[in-house]
């Protein structure tokens, strides 16, 4: 079968910029599609595509007029989600492929995509899910069987068999098929370094349950770590690509299992750069697991702090504390890695609050501090308890940069105290 697999392009408004002219707050974003890599390494025997939009925007008409595809993939985040539909169309127009979508947000809102340009919505991983639905395809036969699986029935409510998310539904034995984007390689750099960047998975979900955080749904809450041979594998195949992003939602986790990592990674004479998130907790638990990653390689990492008081953590169901963060940030400059930290502003933030956050990151400088505002990604515990507030529902504005309710301080103000932040965060950025 001829399988096309889509990565959407940069997509997503702004507020801020439509508004009231602050162009700042948006940001163009490039790297490999990992999942379509993953997906396609499990389609062999099929003739396999991938096209980046983000890289080449324009590209999609040609790519089905040339290819003819008969089943198109797209991945897609909340913010891609209207992006995917438009392009869905596209493809019905055009040729006569079958259309399945996956990804987060449709492991989240899967209801969204129950729409007639769309065929197939898979639910959560989707490397054994994909491979099956291609070969019930291929044999005419019945894909309602399928875990993970659901056909599209406008104007009904969408049924699906559950899948277990076992380790199984990683197929470890296939890898990723990195080759499909080679053409797209020197688009996948680390900016602030010029340097080629190449994604690698370690571990799927994560073993919290933040409340604005819509990672558990693609594991079904399960927190799964790939086999240190499979890693090694696929950190190999990225030969050339000097930095490494570990992609994991979560990369230490499970703290054994990243310390084997480390070690194994060390002993195959591996000399990479990696950049990987870790929990500020697992940092002040585990300072020497930081250490030896340092050694090995590690050159930042990726926190979510989130919010700077315990009652704000404990609001977002964050299972930490301030306290922690900050000594976890005095550990890492002691071990010397470069800390990007993720910082949530909420929507009902006032003067002092935005007073607060900054007198916070003058006290605990991180290298690159990030900030994002608080979104109720639909089919998060976020959104159940936020639902009735929100007033944008247009999904090109869930880019983690707008506030999709009103917000408690005059909407400008908020925006250019938002922008503010972001500014003297970049004025200082050492990554
Ligand atoms: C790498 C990454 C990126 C990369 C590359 C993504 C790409 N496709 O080009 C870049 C840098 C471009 C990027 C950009 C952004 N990102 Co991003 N990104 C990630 C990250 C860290 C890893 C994704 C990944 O590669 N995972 C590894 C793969 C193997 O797993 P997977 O994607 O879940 O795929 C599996 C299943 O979901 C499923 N599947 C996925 N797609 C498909 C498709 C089909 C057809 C099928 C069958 C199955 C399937 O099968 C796969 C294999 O099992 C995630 C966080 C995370 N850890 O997941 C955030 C994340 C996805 N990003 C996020 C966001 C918000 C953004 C941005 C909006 C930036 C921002 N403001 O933070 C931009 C949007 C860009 C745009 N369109 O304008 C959010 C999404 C939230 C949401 N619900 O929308 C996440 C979850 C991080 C977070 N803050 O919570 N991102
Ligand atoms: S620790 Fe991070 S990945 Fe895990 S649930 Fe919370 S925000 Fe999501």
Not at 116 to 128: A, C, H, N, S, T
Not at 151 to 160: D, E, K, M, S, V
Not at 293 to 319: H, M, P
């Given at each position: 079968?001829?399988?096309?697999?889509?990565n959407?392009?940069?997509?997503?408004?702004?507020?801020?910029?439509?508004?009231?002219g602050?162009?700042?707050?948006k940001?163009?974003f490039?790297?490999?599609p990992?999942?379509?890599?993953?997906?396609?390494?499990?389609?062999?025997?099929?003739e396999?595509?991938?096209?980046?939009?983000?890289?080449?925007?324009?590209?999609?008409?040609d790519?089905?007029?040339?290819?003819?595809?008969?089943?198109?993939?797209?991945t897609?985040?909340?913010?891609?989600?209207?992006?995917?539909?438009?392009?869905?169309?596209?493809?019905?127009?055009?040729?006569?492929?079958?259309?399945?979508v996956?990804?987060?947000?449709?492991?989240?809102?899967?209801?969204?995509?129950?729409?007639?340009?769309?065929?197939f919505?898979?639910?959560?991983?989707?490397?054994?899910?994909?491979?099956?639905?291609?070969?019930?395809?291929?044999?005419?036969g019945?894909?309602?069987?399928?875990?993970?699986?659901?056909?599209?029935?406008?104007?009904?409510?969408?049924?699906?068999?559950?899948?277990?998310?076992?380790?199984?539904?990683?197929?470890?034995e296939?890898p990723?098929?990195?080759?499909?984007v080679?053409?797209?390689r020197?688009?996948?750099?680390?900016?602030?370094?010029?340097?080629?960047?190449?994604?690698?998975?370690?571990?799927?979900?994560?073993?919290?349950?933040?409340?604005?955080?819509?990672?558990?749904?693609?594991?079904?809450?399960?927190?799964?770590?790939?086999?240190?041979?499979?890693?090694?594998?696929?950190?190999?195949?990225l030969?050339?690509?000097?930095?490494?992003?570990l992609?994991?939602?979560?990369?230490?986790?499970?703290?054994?299992?990243?310390?084997?990592l480390?070690?194994?990674?060390?002993?195959?004479?591996i000399?990479?750069?990696?950049?990987?998130?870790?929990?500020?907790?697992?940092?002040?638990?585990h300072?020497?697991?930081?250490?030896?990653?340092?050694?090995?390689?590690?050159?930042?990492?990726?926190?979510?702090f989130?919010?700077?008081?315990d009652?704000?953590?404990?609001?977002?169901?964050?299972?930490?504390?301030?306290?922690?963060?900050?000594?976890?940030?005095?550990?890492?400059?002691?071990?010397?890695?470069?800390?990007?930290?993720?910082?949530?502003?909420?929507?009902?933030?006032?003067?002092?609050?935005?007073?607060?956050?900054?007198?916070y990151?003058?006290?605990?400088?991180?290298?690159?501090?990030?900030y994002?505002v608080?979104?109720?990604?639909?089919?998060?515990?976020?959104?159940a308890?936020?639902r009735?507030?929100?007033t944008?529902?247009?999904?090109?504005?869930?880019?983690?940069?707008?506030?999709?309710?009103?917000?408690?301080?005059?909407?400008r103000?908020?925006?250019?105290?938002?922008?503010?932040?972001?500014?003297?965060?970049?004025?200082?950025?050492?990554?």
């Amino acid at each position: 079968m001829r399988i096309l697999l889509v990565n959407p392009p940069n997509c997503g408004r702004s507020i801020p910029e439509e508004r009231y002219g602050i162009d700042s707050l948006k940001q163009i974003f490039r790297g490999e599609p990992l999942a379509l890599e993953t997906l396609a390494g499990n389609l062999h025997g099929h003739e396999v595509r991938i096209v980046d939009l983000k890289v080449e925007p324009e590209a999609l008409p040609d790519e089905l007029a040339g290819f003819a595809p008969e089943l198109v993939g797209f991945t897609a985040m909340t913010c891609e989600a209207n992006s995917v539909l438009r392009l869905a169309r596209q493809v019905k127009e055009n040729c006569n492929a079958r259309v399945v979508v996956g990804g987060v947000h449709a492991s989240n809102d899967p209801q969204f995509f129950n729409r007639p340009e769309i065929d197939f919505v898979v639910v959560g991983l989707g490397k054994q899910s994909l491979r099956q639905l291609v070969d019930t395809l291929e044999t005419a036969g019945d894909s309602a069987a399928i875990p993970g699986i659901a056909a599209t029935a406008p104007g009904r409510a969408l049924t699906w068999p559950a899948r277990s998310y076992s380790r199984q539904d990683l197929v470890q034995e296939r890898p990723p098929a990195y080759g499909l984007v080679e053409r797209y390689r020197p688009h996948y750099t680390l900016q602030s370094l010029g340097l080629e960047m190449g994604f690698v998975a370690s571990a799927f979900g994560c073993p919290f349950d933040c409340s604005f955080c819509c990672i558990a749904p693609v594991t079904g809450g399960r927190y799964l770590t790939a086999g240190i041979d499979t890693i090694l594998r696929d950190i190999g195949q990225l030969e050339q690509t000097p930095v490494i992003r570990l992609v994991d939602a979560n990369t230490f986790g499970n703290p054994q299992h990243a310390r084997r990592l480390a070690e194994a990674i060390r002993a195959a004479g591996i000399r990479k750069h990696f950049l990987a998130d870790v929990r500020s907790d697992t940092v002040v638990r585990h300072p020497e697991l930081l250490r030896l990653w340092k050694e090995i390689g590690l050159r930042a990492v990726v926190i979510g702090f989130e919010e700077v008081s315990d009652v704000a953590l404990d609001g977002l169901n964050k299972a930490n504390s301030a306290a922690v963060n900050s000594e976890a940030i005095r550990i890492l400059h002691q071990i010397g890695l470069t800390i990007v930290g993720d910082f949530i502003i909420s929507p009902d933030y006032d003067e002092a609050q935005f007073d607060a956050l900054e007198a916070y990151v003058a006290d605990n400088p991180v290298d690159l501090p990030m900030y994002t505002v608080l979104t109720p990604l639909p089919g998060t515990p976020l959104y159940a308890g936020m639902r009735e507030r929100i007033t944008i529902h247009d999904l090109d504005y869930y880019t983690l940069t707008n506030a999709v309710v009103p917000t408690r301080l005059e909407e400008r103000i908020f925006y250019q105290r938002y922008a503010a932040l972001l500014k003297a965060g970049h004025a200082h950025a050492k990554l």
